[in-house]
């Protein structure tokens, strides 16, 4: 299984950032695998933003809810991430990973983009 991201590496400000996962060697419908985007910013640890799940459904860290949103495209084998209203605070390599839920591990991850929010 092979994972990669790709997205805007400079945003300005409030701007939206929109990212997407490429997974390949297994569908994102396979049970019981969970699609996970994380983050870690300049100097700091990991942050996990949220997930997709194989059935769909998806759950967000609270204090990231109000302005992440994590969808699909089945066809394509891809999930996505939009952060709205991003300020510098947000910038970060960005990573999509694989949870599986049967040990509960991100056993698959991309090797990450890195995302500037700056003016």
């Known amino acids: 299984v092979q994972l990669q991201e790709w997205g805007p590496g400079l945003l300005k400000p409030s701007q939206t950032l929109s990212l997407t996962c490429a997974v390949y060697?297994?569908?994102?419908?396979?049970?019981?695998?969970?699609w996970s985007w994380i983050r870690q910013p300049p100097g700091k640890g990991l942050e996990w933003m949220g997930v997709?799940?194989?059935?769909?459904?998806?759950y967000y860290t609270p204090s990231l809810k109000s302005h992440t949103s994590i969808s699909r495209d089945t066809s394509k084998n891809q999930f996505s991430l939009q952060l709205s209203s991003v300020t510098p605070e947000d910038t970060a390599v960005y990573y999509c990973?694989?949870?599986?839920?049967?040990?509960?591990?991100?056993?698959?991850w991309g090797k990450g983009t890195l995302v500037t929010v700056s003016s």
């Open positions: 060697g297994g569908s994102i419908t396979t049970s019981y695998y969970y």
């Open positions: 997709i799940g194989y059935e769909g459904s998806t």
């Open positions: 990973a694989r949870g599986n839920g049967v040990v509960n591990v991100m056993d698959y």
